[in-house]
């Protein structure tokens, strides 16, 4: 048991839809990022949040966007929806840059 | 650029046996994470490093700063070691770089 819970655990969208992934932090902590993890590979760093504000971005498309709200939750947006965008998605809490991350369970994104 | 490439990509071994997983990371990268992913996704935390050794129960962990080496050992695996892990480290933005990750299977 982390304390990071995303919803929902998996989604199946159209291509050229939008989707908004869900990622509630452990209290505290002031960062959160998003990764992309493709079926067979590694996560693939896509932003970061500190503090309500983007503090960094991965080679991704501004299709992909971010919040971060006071409460210590946060959103991810990903809009006109392609199928390369079928992966699970994975937030990370920290309390601060270079301390240990608490990931979500991740959401499983399918576009069809 | 920051890297991190980790070796083996597979490893199977029997129940009992004592399992190293490499890690060699670029000029850049700040501190080392070992992280631990079961099917279905979930990822855990197993040691952060920035110097020296750790160890949690069975698993050890170790950083050669110099080398820009890490790796991460098992001793006496069980089946429920089974699992992918990972080594990632800290980027510049503040992020985690990860490497491919390691699939180990222990058989009973």
């Known amino acids: 048991e982390t304390g990071v819970t995303q919803s929902p655990t998996h989604l199946i969208k159209t291509r050229g839809q939008q989707v908004t992934l869900r990622c509630s932090s452990q209290?505290?902590?002031?960062?959160v990022s998003w990764y992309q993890q493709a079926l067979g590979q590694g996560p693939q760093f896509i932003f970061q949040y500190y503090r309500e504000e983007e503090n960094g971005r991965g080679n991704f498309p501004p299709r992909f966007s971010g919040l971060q709200f006071p409460n210590y939750s946060s959103e991810l947006n990903v809009n006109a929806l392609e199928l390369d965008d079928s992966a699970l998605y994975l937030c990370?809490?920290?309390?601060?840059?270079?301390?240990?991350?608490?990931f979500g369970q991740g959401t499983r994104l399918t576009v069809v | 650029k920051n890297e991190v490439e980790q070796s083996p990509q597979n490893l199977t071994a029997q129940e009992g046996e004592f399992i190293t997983i490499n890690c060699s990371y670029s000029?850049?990268?700040?501190?080392l994470h070992w992280l631990q992913q079961h099917p279905g996704g979930g990822i855990v935390s197993l040691f952060m490093l920035s110097s020296g050794k750790k160890k949690h129960g069975r698993l050890i962990a170790t950083i050669n700063i110099q080398e820009k080496h890490s790796s991460l050992h098992i001793t006496a695996s069980h089946p429920r070691d089974s699992a992918v892990y990972i080594c990632a480290g800290g980027g510049s933005q503040g992020n985690l770089i990860f490497g491919k990750g390691t699939k180990l299977s222990v058989k009973p």
């Open positions: 209290s505290g902590h002031n960062t």
């Open positions: 990370a809490s920290t309390w601060d840059r270079d301390t240990e991350a608490f």
């Open positions: 000029v850049g990268i700040s501190a």
